[in-house]
């Protein structure tokens, strides 16, 4: 009976521990894609990293995110990112500082991918180039197309209007 609440004691103890080292601390970086498709739709970027996203821009003719990294580390880390699937979707490749890399790893999430990207202390810019981003027309754009092909369907059933 001794042992048991030894081991109660002692698992109640680094409980606290064992989560908070094992729990991930993440920023949002908002309103990513602003500056993309009809600029109405934008997803907050959740990061874990030693530096500080300051800005990001989503460039549709390249089909890519791109952000900028600032602040000063004096050891090589990892930048954990999780990417919605409405921002970006189908990973071709990440750049860092214009340069491919090819050890990042992704795991993909319900709503979100998870991008795990190795930095050195000199890394400022990191692209993710996938095969869709942000939209180009939103919402309102589908609600007109639907409703004009209904409206030309009725009017080619019923036949010609006369004036």
Excluded: H
């Amino acid at each position: 009976m001794l042992k048991i609440a030894i081991v109660t004691a002692i698992v109640i103890l680094l409980a606290p521990m064992a989560s908070s080292s094992f729990a991930q601390e993440y920023k949002t970086f908002p309103s990513v894609g602003k500056d993309a498709g009809d600029g109405m739709t934008t997803y907050d970027v959740q990061y874990s990293s030693t530096k500080d996203i300051v800005s990001a821009s989503v460039s549709v003719k390249d089909k890519s995110v791109d952000f900028v990294l600032a602040g000063k580390t004096d050891t090589n880390s990892t930048l954990l990112i999780k990417l919605p699937k409405g921002l970006i979707n189908g990973f071709i490749g990440v750049f860092v500082d214009g340069q491919i890399v090819t050890n990042y790893t992704t795991t993909d999430e319900t709503t979100d991918t998870l991008v795990s990207i190795p930095i050195t202390p000199l890394t400022e810019n990191i692209s993710i180039v996938g095969t869709t981003v942000v939209p180009e027309f939103g919402p309102v754009a589908a609600i007109v197309l639907a409703i004009s092909i209904v409206a030309i369907v009725t009017v080619t059933r019923l036949g010609p209007i006369r004036l």
